[in-house]
């Protein structure tokens, strides 16, 4: 029973290029949410999904940043011209559609970003 | 508005000792509260979870935690700690939506 996937573990890019983080959520999963782990720091929350929809985007940045979770394939984060404090831990949670299971969220392993 | 707050950033104790890493919260609606372990370089594991019912919640790896509406906190305890347990744990909670509002963590270091 595989959990939450997410790839790559690690992403280094320089300032100015893209950054695609995917997660595919566990089997089953309709929800997917997307956090932010800064450097000695807790997670913040980014985003929520459903499949073709965003629930809430209330603590995504206002410019570069963008996500989907597309029918079909796996939730993408998209970062567009990446800066040094973009450079962090990303992680993707899922949550089963069943209202009475949808408040716990299970983790991926993260994605870590380096922007050079 | 909620927050939680993890007011120890670093707990150092010797193995097999007790340890109570605290949490408290705030919130203008009812919550579920949550307690995350996370290793060095991995994600997080969900240890135990409180939703309703009884304050006292057992969860993993011998781990329990008792919520206290009055004093608004989520305290998580674990009668003798091992060397394994070294970790970073993180209180959390949701409540009027999905998205978890995390703490700042709490670092356990279990010495010999």
């Known amino acids: 029973n595989a959990g939450v996937m997410q790839n790559p573990r690690h992403l280094v890019r320089r300032r100015g290029q893209e950054a695609r983080l995917r997660c595919s959520p566990m089997?089953?999963?309709?929800?997917v949410y997307w956090y932010r782990q800064l450097p000695e720091e807790g997670l913040k929350f980014m985003v929520y999904?459903?499949?073709?929809?965003?629930?809430?985007e209330s603590g995504m940045p206002k410019e570069r940043f963008s996500a989907e979770f597309p029918k079909e394939g796996p939730s993408i984060l998209r970062i567009q011209q990446v800066v040094r404090g973009d450079s962090a831990a990303y992680f993707c949670?899922?949550?089963?559609?069943?209202?009475?299971?949808?408040?716990?969220?299970?983790f991926g392993p993260g994605t870590r970003l380096l922007v050079l | 508005a909620q927050s939680v707050t993890q007011l120890d950033s670093q707990v150092p104790v010797f193995e097999e000792a007790p340890v109570e890493l605290r949490c408290n919260y705030s919130?203008?609606?009812?919550?579920?509260l949550f307690w995350y372990v996370q290793y060095p370089n991995q994600g997080l594991q969900l240890l135990l979870k409180y939703l309703s019912g009884s304050t006292l919640v057992k969860g993993i790896n011998g781990f329990e935690a008792e919520f206290n509406k009055s004093q608004t906190s989520f305290h998580l305890r674990k009668p003798s700690v091992h060397i394994s347990d070294t970790a970073e744990y993180f209180c959390a909670l949701t409540g009027g939506g999905n998205k978890l509002t995390f703490g700042t963590g709490t670092q356990l270091k279990v010495e010999l």
């Open positions: 999904l459903q499949k073709e929809n965003i629930i809430d």
């Open positions: 089997k089953g999963h309709s929800h």
């Open positions: 949670a899922s949550s089963p559609g069943d209202r009475a299971l949808q408040e716990t969220q299970y």
């Open positions: 919130s203008s609606v009812s919550v579920y």
